[in-house]
């Protein structure tokens, strides 16, 4: 079945320190790929999105490239900030299209120092 | 325009009872999903409504079920609960390819 594996956390990183979350998946056909964070106390929100091969997601200074020969979804950020600091999920869908299930991985908790 | 809502906060049952929890959709959006995020772990799929019928299900037991209203919002309940139901219960709602979840459902079984 479907599958996402994230990076082993917790990650903590200075302020303006350049942040990756590995993240790779398993899954049948063409998924699309998310990347989810979700502040204390709060639901998740979409960060950003890739729906096929070499597409890149981006969004606050977040970006994500959909690499299919490495079946990986990788994020980065070029320098962090302390309003940064949440849990970050990624996620597929698959098949693509509207309404399809999501399939997490187990996320990772970001917390960044001033 | 209000997001999705859903109630209760937080909910304290005991073993074996039932519990219920709601949902209502963002604005123009007419498919729920349900999700369960155990402590520590990614979100977990239990199952999607659209028109008043379950439309796709995860690897959850008969003891999960579900409902939706013809306002498209939507109620899970879960029967005989067990202690492992402790969670955090995620519903999303969506009206093409984007979800958009809720702040959850904090559920405690004791």
């Known amino acids: 079945g479907d599958s996402v594996t994230q990076m082993e956390g917790p990650v903590t990183l200075s302020e303006e320190a350049f942040l990756t979350i590995n993240c790779t998946y398993t899954?049948?056909?063409?998924?699309?790929l998310f990347w989810y964070v979700q502040y204390p106390g709060e639901g998740l929100q979409l960060l950003l999105k890739?729906?096929?091969?070499?597409d890149k997601g981006s969004n606050k200074g977040f970006e994500a490239t959909y690499r299919k020969e490495t079946t990986s979804f990788h994020l980065e950020k070029g320098s962090v900030q302390v309003s940064d600091s949440a849990v970050y999920f990624c996620?597929?869908?698959?098949?693509?299209?509207?309404?399809?299930?999501?399939?997490f991985g187990k996320g990772i908790t970001l917390s960044v120092r001033p | 325009d209000a997001g999705v809502t859903q109630s209760p906060t937080h909910l304290i049952k005991t073993r074996g009872q039932q519990v219920t929890l709601r949902c209502s959709p963002k604005?123009?959006?007419?498919?729920v999903s349900w999700y369960q995020q155990a402590l520590g772990q990614g979100p977990q799929f239990i199952f999607q409504?659209?028109?008043?019928?379950?439309?796709q299900r995860g690897n959850f037991p008969d003891r999960f079920s579900g409902h939706q209203f013809p306002n498209y919002s939507s109620e899970l309940n879960v029967n005989a609960l067990l202690l492992g139901d402790s969670a955090l219960y995620l519903c999303?709602?969506?009206?093409?390819?984007?979800?958009?979840f809720g702040p959850g459902t904090r559920l405690t079984v004791t």
């Open positions: 899954a049948t056909g063409y998924p699309s």
């Open positions: 604005s123009g959006h007419d498919t």
């Open positions: 996620a597929l869908s698959s098949p693509t299209g509207a309404n399809s299930k999501l399939t």
């Open positions: 890739a729906t096929k091969a070499d």
């Open positions: 999303a709602s969506s009206s093409g390819f984007e979800q958009y």
């Open positions: 409504y659209y028109e008043e019928e379950e439309r």
